[in-house]
């Protein structure tokens, strides 16, 4: 990649409408009355998860029917006509299991958490020894080997804190991140091209996921960790990006009567190398852990996957080239009000 000539600014009405679909699609995926709810696991919605653990290993989908089957007979007796979610995947071992369900999360009666308990054993009870009861099972310190091994619960009301505190998050660094880039280069047109080619990069993960989370053969749950990607594919996205701009300004310093196209060309190609090498690498990292890590972070591999990749593409392809036309924009409307 030395001594490259990609006219990347000439090609910006491309990539702008290829962007562009590419937002759009997310901005429908995200929409529920167009694809349907977001994932959400029990941070954002409220629920409970269990992790169980079995004598032999067990299959996720065998699992996931029974415990259905034994849920929506519970919720026809009760007559409840609110939808619930329930999801099994395999936590580290294949005799270890997460069961994540909302199923009766709005009910504060004292004895609904033995109720949700007594359905897992009842769902669980084909792939566990006979003589298993359902103490043992819900009990650690009379069956430390079987049955349920750790519990958590996340009412509604906590559910809504996290996910405001998740978007605030979010909003945040992209807000401190465009006061940075202001700060550093006083240019509010590159201020404005890193922001967008931001939120351009935040889009187009979550509506991967949105799209993607009924495909996908492993969890794909809008949660904290999930919010945790978002927030390092924003700080990996605007590292090359600044890399970008500094050469941006070197060249305008070494070479003021070049036209800002040529500069903005030669400072992307020249730093080609650079951004190609880092991305590879960081991807190399990335399929590794994703091949070979647990099934508990292949959700949160995938996005910092797809932020990776877009977010190389955006510091390229977005975030330059706009800077580019705000600053042409400026230098049009400064020369007309010269002429007037």
Same mark, same amino acid.
């Given at each position: 990649?030395?001594?490259?000539?990609?006219?990347?600014?000439?090609?910006?009405?491309?990539?702008?409408?290829?962007?562009?679909?590419? &937002?759009?699609? *997310?901005?429908?995926?995200?929409?529920?009355?167009?694809?349907?709810?977001?994932?959400?696991?029990?941070?954002?919605?409220? *629920?409970?998860?269990?992790?169980?653990?079995?004598?032999?290993?067990?299959?996720?989908?065998?699992?996931?029917?029974?415990?259905?089957?034994?849920?929506? #007979?519970?919720? #026809?007796?009760?007559?409840?006509?609110?939808?619930?979610?329930?999801?099994?995947?395999?936590?580290?071992?294949?005799?270890?299991?997460?069961?994540?369900?909302?199923? @009766?999360?709005?009910?504060?009666?004292?004895?609904?958490?033995?109720?949700?308990?007594?359905?897992?054993?009842?769902?669980?009870?084909?792939?566990?020894?006979?003589?298993?009861?359902?103490?043992?099972?819900?009990?650690?310190?009379?069956?430390?080997?079987?049955?349920?091994?750790?519990?958590?619960?996340?009412?509604?009301?906590?559910? =809504? =804190?996290?996910?405001?505190?998740? &978007?605030?998050?979010? @909003?945040?660094?992209? &807000?401190?991140?465009?006061?940075?880039? @202001?700060?550093?280069?006083?240019?509010?047109?590159?201020?404005?091209?890193?922001?967008?080619?931001?939120?351009?990069?935040?889009?187009?993960?979550?509506?991967?996921?949105?799209?993607?989370?009924?495909?996908?053969?492993?969890?794909?749950?809008? =949660?904290?960790?999930?919010?945790?990607?978002?927030?390092?594919?924003? *700080?990996?996205?605007?590292?090359?990006?600044?890399?970008?701009?500094?050469? &941006?300004?070197?060249?305008? *310093?070494?070479?003021?009567?070049?036209?800002?196209?040529?500069?903005?060309?030669?400072?992307?190609?020249?730093? @080609?190398?650079?951004?190609?090498?880092?991305?590879?690498?960081?991807?190399?990292?990335?399929?590794?852990?994703?091949?070979?890590?647990?099934?508990?972070?292949?959700?949160?591999?995938?996005?910092?996957?797809?932020?990776?990749?877009?977010?190389?593409?955006?510091?390229?392809?977005?975030?330059?080239?706009?800077?580019? =036309?705000?600053?042409?924009?400026?230098?049009?409307?400064?020369?007309?009000?010269?002429?007037?």
């Amino acid at each position: 990649l030395q001594n490259t000539k990609a006219n990347f600014i000439g090609a910006r009405k491309v990539t702008y409408i290829v962007s562009g679909v590419l &937002v759009l699609i *997310g901005i429908l995926g995200v929409n529920p009355h167009i694809m349907g709810k977001l994932n959400l696991g029990i941070d954002f919605s409220g *629920g409970r998860n269990y992790i169980v653990r079995f004598a032999q290993s067990v299959n996720t989908e065998e699992v996931n029917a029974s415990l259905n089957n034994v849920f929506m #007979a519970a919720k #026809a007796e009760l007559a409840d006509e609110e939808s619930f979610s329930l999801n099994v995947i395999t936590i580290g071992a294949d005799n270890q299991v997460r069961i994540s369900t909302n199923y @009766l999360i709005n009910d504060n009666s004292e004895n609904v958490d033995e109720t949700i308990e007594a359905l897992l054993y009842e769902g669980c009870k084909p792939f566990l020894a006979e003589d298993i009861t359902l103490n043992e099972f819900t009990s650690t310190e009379i069956n430390p080997e079987v049955g349920i091994m750790q519990s958590q619960k996340v009412g509604p009301a906590v559910a =809504d =804190d996290i996910k405001q505190s998740a &978007v605030l998050a979010v @909003l945040a660094a992209l &807000v401190a991140i465009f006061l940075y880039v @202001l700060l550093r280069f006083r240019n509010f047109a590159f201020s404005v091209g890193a922001l967008t080619g931001l939120a351009h990069n935040t889009l187009i993960v979550l509506g991967a996921y949105a799209l993607l989370w009924k495909i996908m053969p492993f969890s794909m749950e809008i =949660d904290q960790s999930f919010i945790a990607a978002i927030l390092t594919v924003i *700080g990996y996205s605007i590292n090359d990006t600044v890399v970008v701009f500094d050469r &941006v300004r070197e060249y305008k *310093g070494l070479y003021p009567k070049r036209d800002l196209k040529q500069n903005m060309n030669d400072a992307l190609n020249h730093t @080609l190398s650079r951004t190609f090498s880092t991305s590879m690498s960081t991807l190399v990292v990335l399929i590794a852990i994703f091949c070979f890590g647990g099934e508990t972070i292949r959700g949160f591999v995938f996005a910092l996957l797809i932020g990776v990749v877009v977010g190389t593409y955006s510091s390229l392809c977005v975030a330059s080239p706009l800077a580019y =036309d705000i600053q042409e924009a400026i230098a049009r409307r400064k020369a007309k009000k010269a002429e007037k």
